[in-house]
């Protein structure tokens, strides 16, 4: 009788109802799918100074104070005491323009390791999309370090400010 | 003839086993991966520069820039028209982010640290003047540790 009874139910393959389980699946899966997000958001900070009225006091000791320049057209480096460092670069839409910034940028550098602040001076119609392009060439470079590449930093703090109108510029006689 | 009949009433059994596997696995990477520090909201309208940066975005007022509107905290404050061509301030903005400050300075004064951050999440092509404006509104209202939301891509080697 109790051999009879064991055969009966080996022969089957015992059937668990995963019907409900199913349903439960079938819901999360294209509900999650949807809330998914793949693109991922993060931020890049400013190093605002503390107010727009008070004027920053110039340090006397700060060797070296960078500013880059980004026009329509053209880009520049400059320190604030020497005047102008490097070529001008022409603006390109192929990124060649933020590769030989970010090469001179790693030229001054490498003379002034401990720099970490520098100055982006926008004209006013620049597009945000220019702004972060030329924020993230500042803030580091992609170097190779026992082949691997690596995110290497070049002045992380960046301050944002107004350019110099270019009329200005050619009534000074294109001084800064 | 009674056999073959009787073999066909029977509902065919379906192998669902590899797709529930399929589907557990699903299920428990897109639950974690939804889980994971929702802090800045979806922008359906805004679209965002794209960048190397790498710092995650904390809890903070969310001020975002539209191809025509303002908005702080998700509610309209402002639109194009309100922006003055003369002027360095959007004085909507300032009106609503000053609300904000205050609601945020009652609490302690750790908290009052991170009442002075505010994230900026602008249209990829709005101009740098009206960026400008907005953050000068900023650090008018008392915010002063400004921040730009980017979304990540991935560092090309050349």
């Not at chain 1, 002045?155 to 944002?160: D, L, T």
């Not at chain 2, 640290?113 to 999440?121: G, N, P």
Request: hydrophobic content about 40%; some cysteine.
């Amino acid at each position: 009788m109790r051999r009879r009874w064991r055969r009966k139910h080996l022969a089957q393959a015992p059937e668990i109802n995963i019907t409900a389980f199913m349903n439960l699946m079938v819901i999360l899966v294209p509900f999650l799918l949807l809330t998914a997000v793949f693109s991922r958001i993060t931020i890049l900070e400013l190093d605002v100074p503390k107010s727009s009225n008070t004027s920053i006091p110039l340090k006397e000791e700060q060797p070296l104070i960078l500013e880059v320049t980004v026009r329509e057209k053209s880009i520049q480096v400059d320190d604030q005491k020497l005047g102008r460092i490097g070529d001008y670069i022409n603006a390109t839409t192929d990124g060649s323009d933020m590769k030989s910034l970010s090469s001179l940028l790693q030229q001054i550098k490498a003379r002034h390791p401990d720099k970490t602040d520098i100055t982006l001076l926008l004209e006013m119609d620049i597009p945000y999309e220019r702004l972060v392009e030329v924020m993230d060439t500042l803030r580091v470079v992609r170097v190779e370090q026992n082949n691997e590449m690596v995110n290497a930093e070049l002045f992380p703090a960046i301050s944002i400010g107004d350019a110099e109108s270019l009329d200005l510029l050619s009534d000074n006689g294109g001084q800064l | 003839m009674e056999r073959n009949h009787k073999r066909q009433g029977q509902i065919p059994g379906l192998n669902l086993v590899s797709l529930m596997d399929i589907f557990t696995i699903l299920v428990f990477f897109l639950l974690v991966n939804s889980s994971d520090g929702e802090v800045l909201p979806t922008t359906r309208n805004i679209e965002l520069p794209e960048s190397i940066a790498e710092q995650k975005p904390r809890q903070n007022i969310v001020v975002m820039i539209s191809g025509t509107d303002i908005l702080v905290q998700g509610s309209r404050v402002a639109t194009m028209s309100d922006v003055r061509e003369n002027s360095d301030y959007i004085d909507p903005l300032i009106n609503t982010l000053k609300i904000q400050h205050a609601k945020h300075l009652l609490p302690t004064t750790s908290e009052k640290q991170a009442a002075q951050e505010i994230t900026i999440m602008g249209s990829k092509d709005i101009p740098y003047k009206l960026l400008k404006k907005v953050m000068r509104s900023c650090t008018e209202a008392g915010y002063e540790r400004i921040s730009l939301a980017v979304l990540q891509k991935a560092a090309q080697d050349s």
